[in-house]
């Protein structure tokens, strides 16, 4: 077993910086199309955001959208990738993961060292859709599988492409976990440290680390996600090591999370019976164009409820629609030149470009955006870009209670691997 670990490292430095395939170009390193690399951004680094022709994905464990994309290594459990391709032809897609870093950079472990199997699947045979204009074939794939599995635990991303031509599609990022030693986790509220967001939740975790575990302070590091944002992981950096089993971890106060984040909701699950929030539906257009009342900021705040659908749930029956959702927001007050807003939401996987950005109309002084949504339950929010800054605070309510989610995510540096294994995992919701 020792003489096949040297051998595969042997193999791992010769083949260190050099890929089997092509590596993703500069233009798609971390980057949403037309802009700039965001900071703050709700997408992990290299992650790749979908054209329009892909729509209505979801990525998640088991079998209910809203888990997050974790489960533990070798338990046959699964995760489910479910798209819609705007497309009325048949089409195949490849599939590869990648192994990544605690903070979401490149491992570089080769694909023997991470994959059980098969370093490639297939994803074929959707159903194609009754709906029209526009007409989608919708694609399930579930893994692992028994030709496309894993080695080691960690952070992964998962990327689709084309069969044909080998074009990175899209990109979505899971993680698998190894249930190795036990967290304990608590919030401290914090008052005070923003003008606009006067509650933060400062998390701390505790750590009871496994027997092999031997240097926790410099092998272990701990991070954490609220709302599933994983581009936002935070990570922990004031320790506490005064126990010799354990490590206390938890992050500064300057890097504490807002403890009121909100969300705004989108229900269509049917255009012809929607809210009063809807105020036109136009069926001449194709697709159907749908008028949205206005939204001001910092009045009817709506906050989050069991039944938040931050990460979105598009009708799964073959004859659902896709709409043109028209959004309208009222000019804010502290927008500087140069900046941009964009209107984002589960609808378009949190991703930020040039297809959500909002134009502002001097006649109505309300900035708009047209959005493709399928019919569906989904929540978004407004953000401002400031030059490479993404700023999602400026343009939501700040006083309202909601709930959070947070996961607490234990990494352990193997330095024969050379690489992070994701020891452990805990989910919180806050209230």
């Not at 192994?99 to 080769?110: G, I, M, Q, V, Y």
């Not at 229900?267 to 809210?275: E, Y």
């Not at 040039?354 to 002084?365: A, G, L, P, S």
């Not at 800054?389 to 343009?395: E, I, V």
Request: with cysteine.
């Amino acid at each position: 077993m020792k003489a096949l670990l040297i051998f595969k490292l042997l193999i791992l430095i010769v083949l260190t910086g050099c890929s089997t395939r092509e590596a993703l170009t500069d233009n798609n390193r971390g980057r949403q199309p037309g802009l700039p690399v965001l900071e703050n951004s709700f997408i992990v680094q290299d992650q790749k955001v979908p054209s329009e022709e892909f729509r209505s994905i979801q990525f998640y464990a088991g079998a209910n959208p809203a888990t997050a994309p974790i489960i533990k290594i070798g338990t046959g459990e699964t995760f489910t990738l479910r798209f819609d391709h705007l497309s009325a032809s048949n089409e195949m897609f490849t599939v590869r993961a990648e192994h990544r870093n605690a903070d979401w950079s490149e491992s570089n472990l080769f694909e023997g060292f991470y994959m059980r199997g098969q370093s490639t699947d297939f994803i074929s045979d959707p159903v194609q859709s009754t709906a029209v204009a526009p007409n989608y074939m919708h694609y399930t794939y579930r893994f692992p599988n028994r030709t496309f599995n894993f080695l080691i635990s960690g952070n992964y991303l998962l990327h689709v492409e084309d069969y044909r031509t080998g074009e990175l599609l899209f990109s979505v990022p899971f993680m698998l976990y190894e249930d190795q030693g036990s967290i304990e986790f608590f919030i401290e509220e914090l008052f005070g440290l923003d003008s606009r967001h006067f509650l933060h939740h400062q998390p701390f975790a505790t750590y009871i680390h496994p027997d092999f575990v031997m240097m926790p302070d410099q092998d272990i590091s701990i991070y954490f996600v609220q709302n599933q944002f994983w581009g936002r992981a935070r990570e922990a950096t004031i320790r506490d090591l005064s126990e010799s089993d354990r490590i206390r971890m938890h992050v500064s106060r300057e890097d504490a999370f807002p403890g009121r984040y909100e969300f705004r909701p989108l229900r269509m699950q049917n255009i012809d019976n929607l809210p009063t929030d809807f105020l036109e539906v136009r069926k001449d257009t194709e697709p159907p164009t749908i008028i949205r009342d206005r939204d001001v900021i910092n009045f009817g705040a709506t906050p989050l409820s069991l039944g938040s659908n931050r990460y979105g749930s598009p009708v799964s029956d073959r004859d659902a629609r896709y709409a043109r959702v028209v959004f309208y927001l009222d000019k804010p007050d502290n927008i500087s030149a140069g900046s941009s807003i964009h209107v984002t939401g589960a609808f378009s996987n949190w991703s930020v470009t040039e297809n959500n950005r909002m134009r502002y109309n001097r006649d109505t002084n309300q900035f708009e955006a047209a959005i493709l949504v399928k019919e569906g339950l989904y929540d978004y929010k407004y953000v401002i870009i400031e030059g490479r800054t993404l700023d999602d605070l400026r343009l939501t309510d700040s006083f309202a209670d909601s709930r959070q989610e947070y996961h607490t995510l234990i990494y352990y540096r193997d330095l024969q691997l050379n690489a992070d294994r994701l020891l452990n995992i805990r989910s919180d919701f806050t209230r």
